[in-house]
């Protein structure tokens, strides 16, 4: 097949003047390679989770452990894809879902980094500055996620069987949307809760 740059041009779909690392909420969409069914099938509209999907559980739940600032929302694995919800809170470890999400914002309309969680001005602007600079961001905290959890996959297949090849878990990138309000918060948590109830109309659907 002849190349075509419309289809094979690989190009970011994140924002490019947008700090990733910010204080906010972020919905996030990870599919597997080639949308293939690997966490599990839906039944009665329920995901049961196989062993694939219980590590897909797993390593979702152990992002907090390796990022404390961060907080976990609604989340949900469907047998090609997860949905899921991350807070990045600013400074104060655990800080309450509505300082994230009303933290002040700059002109652009992002979230303002050099804010508490409460949205008033954090003290020491330079201690805050350097903590923020090891933040990581919502692409490495995705990258992590789908690094360990192709790998304890891997595991699984190995044990089972020798010199099995597993094959790419996930695809290259990922889907975010930032949410900017409770409003939004509230309606995506929802859908992500209920998304194995709407799995045959659900856009990801595939019979693989």
Known sequence: ??????????????LRSYDYSRAGAYFI????????HIFGQIEKGEMILNEY???????????????????????????????????????????????????RTSDSGTPDPMTSGFGAPARGALTLRAHWARKPTIGQ????Y????????????QSQQQEVVLGKL?????????????????????????????????KLYCLK
Not at 1 to 14: G, T
Not at 141 to 144: K, N, P
Not at 183 to 196: A, T
């Open 141 to 144: 905290i995705v990258g992590a």
């Open 29 to 36: 969409t990870i599919c597997t390679h080639d949308r293939r």
């Open 53 to 103: 999907g219980q590590i897909a559980y797993n390593e979702w739940e152990k992002l907090t452990e390796r990022w404390p600032h961060i907080e976990l929302g609604a989340f949900q694995i469907m047998p090609n894809h997860t949905h899921g919800i991350i807070i990045i809170h600013d400074v104060t470890v655990g800080a309450p879902l509505a300082g994230a999400l009303n933290a």
């Open 170 to 202: 996930w695809q290259r990138n990922f889907w975010e949307s930032i949410i900017r309000d409770v409003e939004s918060y509230d309606r995506i948590s929802n859908y992500i809760i209920n998304n194995p109830l709407k799995w045959e109309s659900d």
């Open 1 to 14: 097949m002849k190349y075509n740059p419309k289809i094979y041009h690989r190009r970011s779909i994140r």
């Open 146 to 157: 789908k690094s360990c959890t192709a790998t304890g996959c891997l595991k699984i297949a």
